[in-house]
């Protein structure tokens, strides 16, 4: 099932930089775009999500940008900081349903 | 802040054995659901519940597989009989409705 990929398995950020995710998806019908942010040992926690009428949602230091014509979407972290570092998961779902998940990204903010 | 709580968070067991997992939903939720990641794999969808039935299931959902609630606050996920395939995390979560689901630690299960 490759309905929903990250390609980038890791990312290594400086402290204090910009950090890019990236997922991309093929299902047209997914309408609802969510990032989860999992630490070892513990749950996804949910982080911010995306409506399919919207192209952009930001809170605090996290941005998410949708392009659907593309069928990308991003997530920005600025300023990273150490406590960021986890594995992202990128998740979508059509009508509300279930959660389709990319592989994550595991995601490394150097002090 | 209101949470999804999953008991054990790890279960060991011998092949052919049942085991329950056990979840308590955050309380005003209504959508409930289970999701495996098998070790170096995606988090993969399993069953989602609402109004006391099933509302749809993947193809990993074999008759193995079962959930119920059981009284007003525990959500349960059971397989009959376990494979050693069976060993994965399983987490539960909840939803209200509105599309952001929020998942519980998970229980680790092992099959030996």
């Known amino acids: 099932d490759q309905q929903v990929k990250q390609n980038s398995p890791s990312l290594s950020v400086q402290e204090g930089r910009i950090s890019i995710l990236n997922c991309d998806y093929t299902?047209?019908?997914?309408?609802?775009f969510l990032w989860y942010k999992k630490y070892p040992a513990e749950g996804p926690t949910f982080l911010i999500s995306?409506?399919?009428?919207?192209d952009k949602n930001e809170d605090g230091r996290f941005t998410v940008f949708l392009n659907k014509s593309a069928k990308h979407l991003s997530l920005h972290i600025v300023p990273s900081q150490p406590g960021d570092s986890a594995v992202y998961f990128c998740?979508?779902?059509?009508?509300?349903?279930?959660?389709?998940f990319g592989a994550g990204t595991i995601l490394r903010v150097k002090s | 802040e209101p949470e999804v709580t999953q008991t054990p968070s790890h279960q060991v067991t011998q092949m052919g054995q049942e085991v329950i997992l056990r979840c308590v939903p955050i309380s005003n939720h209504l959508y409930f659901y289970w999701y495996r990641q098998i070790l170096g794999q995606k988090v993969e969808f399993l069953v989602s519940f609402y109004n006391n039935e099933i509302s749809e299931k993947s193809e990993i959902f074999d008759d193995q597989f079962s959930v119920e609630r059981p009284d007003g606050s525990n959500f349960t996920l059971k397989i009959r009989s376990t494979k050693l395939e069976d060993s994965a995390m399983y987490f539960c979560a909840s939803s209200d409705g509105q599309d952001i689901q929020y998942f519980g630690a998970g229980t680790r299960l092992s099959v030996l």
């Open positions: 998740a979508a779902s059509a009508g509300g349903n279930k959660l389709v």
């Open positions: 299902n047209s019908m997914f309408d609802y």
């Open positions: 995306i409506s399919s009428i919207k």
